[in-house]
Every structure is written in structure tokens, then in C-alpha cells.
């Protein structure tokens, strides 16, 4: 469906970075090897395999800490300007703190960045992908008011030993995601089922680590190392079909601004319109304080200003309009978000339950990013399409060159400023509740096979054209 290049003017500017995404616990494997600590992952699919879709875990998965050259040969296959993956914090700190200190976790990641250094791959590190340390869930995980410290101690080895060479960080993937469904419906490992008040102080903890870890990058390696530190919130974009613009804002607010209005906006601190649904909704359902915690002035400021780029994953979008209150029973970041979400009959659907391909609401996301946030640096750390693993993957072809056109539109047109795009995933994966029944991967991987052969999809050769052009195919007319 997709015609040949443009002859014409380049879609991306010169200096844009492709690049493919990973994260450790979808693609090592090697789960208890060379001393590697067990996470809440590891536990949580070990006592409930029920969980999984297809029955599966992640002791194997793509097996990538046997693979590294492999992976390595595929990075430089497709031409990619740079590899985002996620550290295995267990891996480093078996225990989760510094009483236990994994010297092969270390040589595992040298030599991983060491590869793809020698082949002008830039690393790009995810610190935290959702795989905490056990022994740090043992004594409340993510909100533990002490974890912000936790993870500082965790950052500040990963500074010490890896960037002399790594430039790019990212200190957390996903926040609201990931606490929604950790602490707060508790569908996901650790399973603490505390909605309304367990996503509200895993998210507060979350932006209070970041900015320790910021804060401890800047004070004692920026000066050596001169990198970059951000983190990457997920968002859908909301359409309003009465073209309400509030419905817009506040959908994003919810989702996006709950993590980054603290971290990027001028004001700082949590959404005005967060703070003040939480805060009446807590007080309607009897409680003497807010569920949503109160960052005092000077968190705000400590807070405040501690990115040096914006990483956005998207997916998805929905049509929005202002649900009905749920009353004081249940309280969740659902019924206080109130968005009453739907889709359009036109949008195409993926393999997972919540996929539909919606490449205008990027446009969408990148135009409020840019006025919401002072025009700040942007790199798209994930955006990928869902199927059953086919090779000839013409669903992701087209999901792929759709979004990108949005991006080089929002550059282009919009003056959004946008340096950098990332694709999920380089290779397929154990992608979560779904295990390995659902399929992102640019390269096939034969799960069944004990050396978890990977094969190029359909796609590979797309993206590695768009790479090498930094130009789109046009779309041809399908009639
Ligand atoms: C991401 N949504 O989560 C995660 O970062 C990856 O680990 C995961 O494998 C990948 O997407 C695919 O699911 C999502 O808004 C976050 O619909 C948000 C959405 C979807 C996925």
C-alpha cells in the first residue's frame, strides 16, 4: 500500500535520531543467573501464572542476555541512530540497595554499551521499567516515602559506572501506567488493590525520585559526563466531538500533565484541575485530607525544572466527554478523572484490547506538548503497533510511516521540537499481562526455539529506508 520515496525535500530534519526501544524484563531472560536479584515481576508471575494470558513469564523471554551480539547485529542491520533499553535494576543491586553490589550485572551492561559505542549506536537508558526490586516491595515498593531515596542511591551507580559513555537518561517509563495498575486497580505485580490512594503516592514518590536523581546528576557527574536526564510519561490524545476544548485539556491533564505538570510546567506541582477534583471528592467521601498529596512550596520547586528533554510514549487515542460522578464508594483515578471514553467506528483496530491506530492524536499530543510546556525538547521514546507476529506486517508498515508523517508534520508545520523518535519494539517480547500472544517487534522471535531466533519482519526494511532517506513513502490510493 505504501508507494515509493519522495524525490523531494527530506521529511526529518538532519540531525533527528531514529531509534528502537526495549525494556529489560520484555527481552533478558536470564532471570536468575550470575546473581541477579528476583523483582516483583519475577514473583508476581511466579505465584500467579494465572495472570498471563498464554500461561507465560519472562525467565526467558527473547533471551537477550545471551544474545547481545545478536541484538547488537539487528541495531546495526535496521541503521538506528540510537537503542533505548531499560536497566535491570535486580540485576545491579540484587537487594535493591547498596548492601548488595552485582559485579556481572555491571559487566553485562558494559559490554552491551561498549557494543554499540564501538558501533555508533547511542545508548539510551530507561533506569526503571516497571521490574522493582522484591526486597523493596517487601516493605511497601513504590510508596514507601523512603524509595525516592532508594532509587537516588540506585541512579547514582548507574551514573558512576556507565556514563562515561551513556548521554541519554530516563529515569522512569510510564508512571501513571504503571502505579494504576501496580497500586491502585492492582492488576499488575505487586497487586495492591488500593484505588483512589496507592497510584496517587506511587506517582508522587515516582516525580520525587526523578528529581533526586536529577538533582544528584547535576550536583556530582554533569560536569564530567554533560548528558541528558528525562522521563517518559504515556498518553493517549482525547478528540472531543463537540469540539470541547476543556474535555481535551482535561483528558491530558489526567493522564499526561499528572506526571509532567510538576516536572515541566512553569507553576509546577500537580494539575490545578487534579488538585481541586481530588481534594473535593476526598472531602465529599469523608476524609480529612486529600488523596492526592500536597506538594509543600519548596518539593514544588525541588521538582520543578528537573528535565532536560520530554519523552512521550503513544499508542492510542479515544473521543472524550465528562463521565458521571461515581459517588464517594469507590474511589479511583478513574472515577475522579471522570472521562467517559469512546472510539471511532473508523480507527483500526490492533491485536491488544485497548489499540486502535489513531496517528493524528500524536499530531495532537506534540501541538499541546509544545504550548502546554514552553516548547521543550522532545523525543517520541515509544510508539508501536500490536499483531500476532506475522512477517508480512503490513498493519505496523502503515502504523509506522502514519505516525512518523505526524511527526515530521508537527516539526515541519507546527514548529514543535521534536529531536528524536523511537519505535517499539526492536524485536517481539513478553509483553506483560498479555505474555507473548501480542507482537511489536520490527524483528520476529520464535519463542519456542532455544536460541530465540530472531527474523526480520516486512517492517525492518521500511524503517531502515525511512532511516537511511529520513523520507516517508508516499501512500498510495488502495482502490
Ligand atoms: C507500553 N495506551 O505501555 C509499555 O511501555 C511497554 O512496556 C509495552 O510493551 C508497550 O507499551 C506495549 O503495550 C502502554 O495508552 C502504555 O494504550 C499506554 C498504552 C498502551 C501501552
Known amino acids: 500500500i505504501y508507494g515509493s520515496v519522495k524525490p523531494n525535500e527530506n521529511d526529518f530534519p538532519a540531525t ?30 511466579a505465584t500467579h501464572p494465572e495472570i498471563i494470558a498464554d500461561g507465560t513469564n519472562g525467565n526467558i523471554a527473547a533471551d537477550s542476555y545471551h544474545h547481545v551480539d545478536r541484538d547488537i547485529e539487528m541495531l546495526r542491520e535496521l541503521g538506528v541512530n540510537f537503542y533505548r533499553f531499560s536497566i535491570s535494576w535486580t540485576r545491579i543491586l540484587p537487594n535493591g540497595d547498596l548492601s548488595s553490589m552485582n559485579r556481572l550485572g555491571i559487566q553485562y551492561y558494559n559490554g552491551l554499551i561498549d557494543k554499540l559505542v564501538a558501533n555508533s549506536i547511542e545508548p539510551m537508558v530507561t533506569m526503571y521499567h516497571f521490574d522493582l526490586p522484591y526486597e523493596i ?48 486497580i492492582g492488576e499488575e505485580p505487586p497487586f495492591v488493590n488500593a484505588t483512589g490512594i496507592g497510584e496517587y503516592l506511587c506517582v508522587d514518590n515516582i516525580i520525587k525520585a526523578h528529581a533526586r536523581a536529577y538533582h544528584r546528576y547535576k550536583k556530582d557527574f554533569f560536569k564530567q559526563q554533560g548528558g541528558k536526564i ?32 510538576p516536572i515541566y510546567s512553569k507553576s509546577g506541582g500537580y494539575p490545578g484541575v ?66 467517559n471514553c469512546s472510539v471511532d467506528p473508523s480507527w483500526k483496530k490492533g491485536k491488544s484490547s485497548w489499540s486502535y491506530s489513531v496517528p493524528e492524536g500524536l499530531g495532537g499530543l506534540l501541538r499541546w506538548i509544545k504550548e502546554e510546556y514552553d516548547n521543550v525538547e522532545v523525543i517520541v521514546t515509544e510508539n508501536g503497533w500490536p499483531d500476532d507476529g506475522r512477517l508480512n506486517d503490513d498493519g ?59 527474523i526480520p519482519k516486512k517492517s525492518l526494511g521500511v524503517y531502515k529506508k525511512i532511516i537511511e532517506s529520513k523520507k516517508l513513502a508516499e501512500k498510495l490510493l488502495t482502490f
Open 396 to 454: 505496523r508498515i502503515e502504523s509506522l510511516t502514519e505516525h512518523l508523517r505526524q511527526v515530521s508534520k508537527a516539526i515541519k508545520e507546527h514548529g514543535c521540537n521534536v529531536v528524536g523518535y523511537s519505535h517499539w519494539s526492536l524485536m517481539d517480547n513478553f509483553e506483560w499481562l498479555a505474555g507473548y500472544s501480542e507482537r511489536f517487534g520490527l524483528y520476529y522471535v520464535n519463542m519456542s526455539s532455544p536460541e530465540r531466533t530472531r
Open 137 to 184: 516491595q517487601k516493605i511497601g515498593g513504590l510508596t514507601n516515602p523512603l524509595f525516592p531515596q532508594y532509587f537516588e542511591s540506585y541512579a547514582n551507580v548507574l551514573y558512576s559506572y556507565f556514563g562515561d559513555r551513556v548521554k541519554w537518561w530516563m529515569t522512569f517509563n510510564e508512571p501513571s501506567k504503571h502505579c494504576i495498575s501496580a497500586y491502585g
Open 274 to 339: 487534579m488538585i481541586r477534583d481530588i481534594a473535593s471528592n476526598s472531602q465529599m467521601e469523608g476524609r480529612e485530607w486529600s488523596r492526592l498529596p500536597n506538594l509543600d512550596v519548596s518539593t514544588k520547586a525541588y521538582i520543578k525544572g528537573t528535565a532536560d528533554f520530554f519523552g512521550l510514549n503513544y499508542y492510542t487515542s479515544r473521543y472524550v466527554e465528562l463521565g458521571a460522578y461515581a459517588g464517594t464508594e469507590n474511589p479511583s483515578w478513574e472515577n475522579d478523572a471522570r472521562l
Open 230 to 261: 528525562g522521563i517518559s510519561a504515556n498518553s493517549r490524545f482525547f478528540f472531543s466531538r463537540t469540539k470541547d476544548r476543556n474535555m481535551t485539556d482535561r483528558g491530558l491533564q489526567y493522564c499526561l500533565g499528572w506526571i509532567m505538570h
Open 16 to 45: 533527528f535520531k531514529f531509534g528502537v526501544s526495549t525494556a529489560a524484563f520484555q527481552i533478558e531472560g536470564g532471570w536468575n543467573e550470575d546473581g541477579r536479584g528476583p523483582s516483583i515481576w519475577d514473583i508476581g508471575t
